[in-house]
């Protein structure tokens, strides 16, 4: 993914830029490299993210951050977002070489925290990936549906709308 991304984003902006009748190699290479740049300098991340970590360490819950991407992608996000410190285990599927909603990396994750899918739950804002994939796993889910978007399920996990909510649904499960 390293050796392929910069290329890839290159070639994106070379024909986007050809779409318009517009060749040049140059504008390409310089588009590729601000939208890195660009890029991040937009991390961000939720107010309710850090209490709701904070909040999940006082109670002694083991955390794990499961992540799809490439892992120069996901580091870099999780560097500037400096929230990879409350998690035990970070598993990125571009150096597992399997992601959500394979149910093996969620198995993988539990094996790395020392404990069993039942006492576990995935919170996630994709009910696909996320949910459906720790539900294959054997665990529970509790889905971040942040933007009230419909669910793609005819049976939905339990849902809350931010971080803040999390303790009264871990409560109730």
């Avoid at 991390?43 to 951050?65: C, G, I, M, T």
Wanted: aromatic letters at 8%.
């Amino acid at each position: 993914m390293r050796a392929w991304a910069p290329h890839y984003r290159h070639d994106a902006w070379a024909a986007a830029l050809a779409d318009f009748g517009v060749e040049d190699e140059r504008l390409a290479h310089d588009l590729a490299d601000r939208f890195g740049h660009a890029r991040r300098a937009r991390h961000a991340v939720f107010r309710d993210s850090v209490p709701a970590l904070e909040w999940a360490r006082s109670q002694n819950y083991k955390l794990a951050l499961i992540t799809n991407g490439a892992p120069c992608l996901q580091r870099e996000k999780l560097a500037a977002s400096q929230l990879e410190r409350y998690f035990d285990v970070v598993l990125i599927s571009g150096e597992c070489g399997i992601g959500k909603p394979a149910f093996p990396i969620f198995m993988q994750a539990l094996e790395l925290l020392g404990i069993h899918a039942e006492e576990a739950t995935m919170v996630g804002d994709s009910i696909e990936r996320d949910i459906d994939g720790a539900r294959a796993a054997g665990l529970r889910g509790i889905w971040i549906n942040r933007f009230r978007r419909l669910p793609s399920s005819s049976r939905p996990p339990s849902v809350i709308e931010t971080l803040h909510g999390l303790p009264g649904a871990l409560a109730a499960m």
